[in-house]
């Protein structure tokens, strides 16, 4: 077996198949990133340590020797089971990492809860979660799948409704001394907590109340934070179903009434086509709506 330690020069060895290849030490810089005098002396350094020459000179052109075109070959086939070995372990290493973009609250409140059921399934995964407000930009961020909450419109993607959610108000149980109010006209005395872009005025139309939209106070942007407000006893929210439902169960909160309103915008499970060939994310989705189906009986 060949001494390794012998080897020449990598990089001069990178500068020479390059230039075999384009019988050109110009092209051959443009490829490495380097200067044509940089392959020109990586070259040269490469034939006195073989004590060959690997090109004939003839002012500036260049045309490859039969000694060098013999070592190109042999050099070419080498490099290139490198490289398909590199892009192997590239890919096999790409399989086992998982990077998934979910709105902030709902990445908060619903999916973290449970992604660790997931993980048990696939113990040799690394998922990573972005909680994120904007869209993503699946050209420019190294993600894999997106859960987008918005009207489901997303062109050159793959598109799959997830779930549709609904508006109603929740409460502390010790909110006022746990004096609830039992009727929804009773809400006008108390704290009503909003989320921005998502108003109380269409479910009071549901509720049959002629009530203004709340104004003034706190108006929170991220609907966890609402829920959080509301669970600490800070005032009855307007709460998303699947949002709240975490502290529903726990008993932190509870619904009023039983009406609830349909939200505008669903969740959207998104992807480029391209990503569906993957199988950490095909096992993802068959996750996610396994979960969700296991949901369906808690729905409103």
């Given at each position: 077996m ?7 020069n990598l990089?001069?060895?990178?500068a020479?198949?390059?230039?075999a ?10 490829e ?9 002396h990586q070259?040269r350094?490469?034939?006195?340590e ?8 003839h002012?500036?052109?260049i ?5 060098g ?5 042999v050099l ?7 490289a398909?070995?590199?892009?192997a372990?590239?890919a ?12 902030t609250?709902f990445?908060?409140?619903?999916l ?10 696939y113990?040799?995964?690394e ?13 420019r ?7 987008r ?11 799959e ?11 502390s ?20 907590l ?6 109380w005025?269409?479910?009071f ?11 003034g106070g706190l ?11 509301a669970a600490e006893?800070?005032?009855i929210?307007?709460?998303r ?5 975490t502290?529903?169960q726990a008993?932190?909160l ?8 349909a ?8 992807c480029?086509p ?13 996750w996610?709506?396994e979960?969700l189906?296991k949901?369906q009986?808690?729905?409103?």
């Amino acid at each position: 077996m060949a001494d390794l330690r012998r080897l020449p020069n990598l990089a001069a060895l990178r500068a020479f198949e390059a230039a075999a290849r384009h019988q050109n030490f110009s092209r051959a810089a443009d490829e490495i990133h380097v200067t044509h005098g940089a392959i020109s002396h990586q070259v040269r350094m490469l034939e006195e340590e073989l004590g060959v020459a690997l090109f004939a000179r003839h002012g500036k052109r260049i045309a490859i020797t039969p000694e060098g075109e013999q070592f190109a070959a042999v050099l070419r086939r080498a490099l290139g089971e490198v490289a398909s070995a590199a892009e192997a372990l590239k890919a096999s290493s790409s399989q086992k990492k998982l990077t998934i973009s979910a709105l902030t609250s709902f990445a908060a409140r619903w999916l973290a809860p449970r992604l660790g059921h997931f993980i048990e399934q696939y113990p040799d995964l690394e998922v990573m979660l972005q909680a994120s407000n904007h869209l993503t930009d699946f050209v420019r961020e190294s993600v894999d799948v997106a859960i987008r909450f918005g009207s489901g419109n997303y062109p050159g993607l793959t598109v799959e409704k997830v779930m549709d959610d609904w508006y109603y108000p929740v409460a502390s149980p010790r909110f006022n001394r746990g004096q609830l109010p039992r009727t929804p006209q009773k809400l006008a005395q108390g704290m009503l907590l909003r989320c921005e872009g998502e108003p109380w005025a269409p479910w009071f139309r549901a509720a049959g109340v002629q009530l203004p939209e709340p104004t003034g106070g706190l108006i929170f942007q991220d609907s966890s934070m609402l829920i959080r407000a509301a669970a600490e006893g800070h005032g009855i929210a307007l709460a998303r179903h699947s949002i709240a439902l975490t502290e529903l169960q726990a008993g932190e909160l509870v619904r009023l009434f039983d009406v609830a309103t349909a939200c505008p915008h669903s969740y959207y499970f998104v992807c480029p086509p391209s990503a569906l060939q993957k199988p950490q994310v095909q096992a993802f989705r068959n996750w996610l709506f396994e979960e969700l189906g296991k949901q369906q009986q808690a729905a409103p």
